[in-house]
């Protein structure tokens, strides 16, 4: 791994960019075309496009293979003709009426197979994409009240589905972007811990891994930073989705930084140090504009998410470590705590 500094890549999902409507409202902004959102990444500082299959393919399960490839094909050399590339892609597996009951684990055999089903697909649209990295946010495996499922088979099911899809394609990497809630009341692999204690249960634990989304350790009662060591010591953190949360209510995909700098710092400090983005992992984003923004700027999000991570990241490489040192030396934490603070104000 080089020792010279690392340049960052940034990346986020065109559903970022957003009308506006949440559980109690409509859209409040007009939409951005694929092709406008598309149009955005490079102006913004982005060159890593993010896909749900159905971002890359609309109506996916109504087209048939031929046109899947014919679209994933055209959705190739739109993002090459704007030198981007195609980060992760994920299977929307919580929207059809198949999955209601979850994907990989619902209680019918049927709607389990139609998952496991359009997730292949999904690799179709992958290696059209050549994208090799695979997520599985797990949005419906859980449930609303413990008895309808049984949680021992719920992660069986769960794992067969990984390993189905590890041997349909030799080279795709799976990784876990766990969440412990919402959709659900509770979700199955609520943490990187589940999602990277089953990968070495997988029938390939080097080809499953994980993305930590900080808002998601966040409602866990967990670090962020802490979360993204813990992986990055197994090497099994392949993505991240940035945002922040301000305390335990419905995921917010705040802006990064917004609601807590400090917690926002040592997700940078814990990256770099650690060499995060070396082998070309991308900084991913996930983050939702204010429903109050107006259309003309509601990109804002993306771009102070960006400028946050780079300003934080000049915090973390001017932080003076022999000072810190000294500060640890002599357990005098509360000297270190206000020393950091100094530092992230600047004074
Ligand atoms: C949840 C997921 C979701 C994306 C990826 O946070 O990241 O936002 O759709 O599946
Ligand atoms: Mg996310």
Redesign the pocket.
């Known amino acids: 791994m080089s020792n010279s500094l690392t340049e960052y890549r940034f990346s986020f999902?065109p559903w970022n960019i957003h009308e506006g409507a949440d559980p109690f409202g409509p859209p409040v902004r007009e939409s951005f075309s694929f092709d406008d959102k598309v149009d955005f990444y490079r102006k913004l500082g982005f060159v890593g496009i993010q896909f749900h299959d159905d971002d890359v393919v609309p109506d996916i399960d109504d087209k048939t293979h031929t046109q899947l490839i014919s679209r994933a094909k055209d959705v190739k050399a739109l993002i090459d003709s704007h030198g981007l590339t195609a980060e992760v892609i994920a299977p929307r597996l919580w929207e059809s009426s198949k999955t209601i009951d979850g994907a990989f684990t619902s209680n019918s055999k049927e709607e389990r197979h139609y998952a496991i089903e359009r997730s292949k697909r999904c690799v179709d649209v992958a290696n059209v994409l050549e994208c090799k990295n695979f997520v599985l946010?797990l949005a419906r495996e859980g449930t609303y009240i413990r008895e309808t499922k049984h949680a021992a088979n719920a992660v069986g099911y769960i794992l067969d589905a990984i390993n189905v899809l590890l041997d349909y394609d030799p080279e795709i990497r799976i990784l876990i972007?766990p969440?412990l809630n919402e959709p659900m009341d509770i979700a199955y692999i609520p943490t990187i811990g589940h999602a990277i204690g089953l990968s070495y249960a997988s029938t390939d634990p080097d080809r499953v891994g994980g993305?930590i989304?900080s808002?998601?350790a966040i409602l866990a009662g967990l670090e962020p930073s802490d979360e993204m060591g813990y992986a990055l010591y197994h090497k099994k953190l392949w993505s991240v989705?940035l945002?922040d949360q301000n305390g335990l209510k419905f995921?917010q995909?705040k802006a990064f930084g917004s609601a807590n700098l400090r917690r926002a710092f040592n997700q940078v400090r814990v990256l770099e140090e650690n060499g995060y983005g070396k082998i070309g992992e991308f900084v991913?984003l996930?983050v939702k504009v204010m429903r109050t923004q107006p259309r003309e700027i509601s990109t804002k999000h993306l771009l102070s998410s960006r400028k946050t991570f780079l300003n934080l990241l000049e915090k973390v490489r001017t932080l003076d470590k022999k000072v810190e040192q000294e500060f640890i030396t002599a357990r005098d934490y509360e000297g270190l705590d206000y020393y950091i603070l100094e530092h992230l104000l600047g004074v």
């Open positions: 999902g946010w972007e969440k993305l989304e808002a998601h989705h945002n995921d995909d991913g996930d």
